[in-house]
């Protein structure tokens, strides 16, 4: 089965804090995703890579980057952390070729 | 850019019902994926079922179908004989084949069966 990890369930930082949130699968996926979850908002795109050292915008990239130094690691960074970053953050990775996308549990992040 | 819409925020039924969650989506794509997902309460999202929009014919899965209308560009999930287990959200996505395959998605449905 494709395993899809995140460093942390829940986060409570303060605001202006740098912030990392690491994701890792295990399946030698190309593509890698970070959304954010809100409600009534549904999921929306961050970051995403289709390879090492690749990274492209998603739909929300301000506020936000990333890393992908390695194939099966991809870290979302929050510069400076602000109250209205508070949200779910979702990881996911997908083959090129299979086109599902497998999700991790999600981190709770809360900007106080 | 590609839109997807889910106008039912909320909906519920009685167990051992069927219920129609509604899906509509908006692409001048022809070579696209259409796909159902389930979020469990604080569980991980799940593929509940997936469709090729060259394949006139509609998926299944179990319990778990669709009705895909291409031209009305509809995409809708029905469910038989609902569970308790699947009071989740449930979220539609849209795919377009390209360098990372990017998601687009709704705003989801939240679905609870009641016993």
């Known amino acids: 089965d494709v395993k899809v990890t995140q460093s942390s369930r829940y986060l409570v930082k303060r605001t202006g804090e740098k912030v990392f949130l690491e994701c890792v699968q295990d399946m030698d996926h190309e593509n890698m995703f970070w959304y954010r979850q809100d409600p009534g908002l549904g999921l929306r795109l961050i970051y995403f890579s289709y390879d090492v050292k690749m990274k492209e915008k998603g739909d929300i990239p301000e506020g936000y980057s990333v890393s992908r130094e390695k194939k099966e690691r991809f870290s979302l960074i929050l510069e400076s952390a602000s109250t209205n970053q508070t949200s779910m953050y979702l990881c996911?990775?997908?083959?090129?070729?299979?086109?599902?996308?497998?999700f991790g549990p999600g981190t709770r992040l809360t900007v106080t | 850019a590609q839109t997807v819409t889910q106008s039912q925020p909320e909906m519920s039924v009685q167990e051992a019902e069927t219920v129609t969650l509604s899906c509509t989506y908006d692409t001048s794509e022809n070579n696209y994926y259409l796909f159902w997902y389930k979020q469990p309460p604080s569980r991980q999202m799940i593929l509940v079922i997936r469709q090729e929009a060259y394949k006139q014919q509609n998926a299944t899965e179990n319990r778990f179908s669709v009705n895909f209308q291409k031209a009305a560009k509809s995409f809708s999930l029905k469910i038989s004989d609902s569970q308790l287990g699947d009071t989740a959200m449930y979220f539609c996505?849209?795919?377009?084949?390209?360098?990372?395959?990017?998601?687009?998605f709704g705003t989801g449905t939240s679905l609870t069966v009641i016993p």
């Open positions: 996505a849209f795919m377009k084949r390209n360098t990372g395959n990017q998601f687009y």
């Open positions: 996911a990775s997908s083959t090129q070729n299979s086109y599902e996308q497998y």
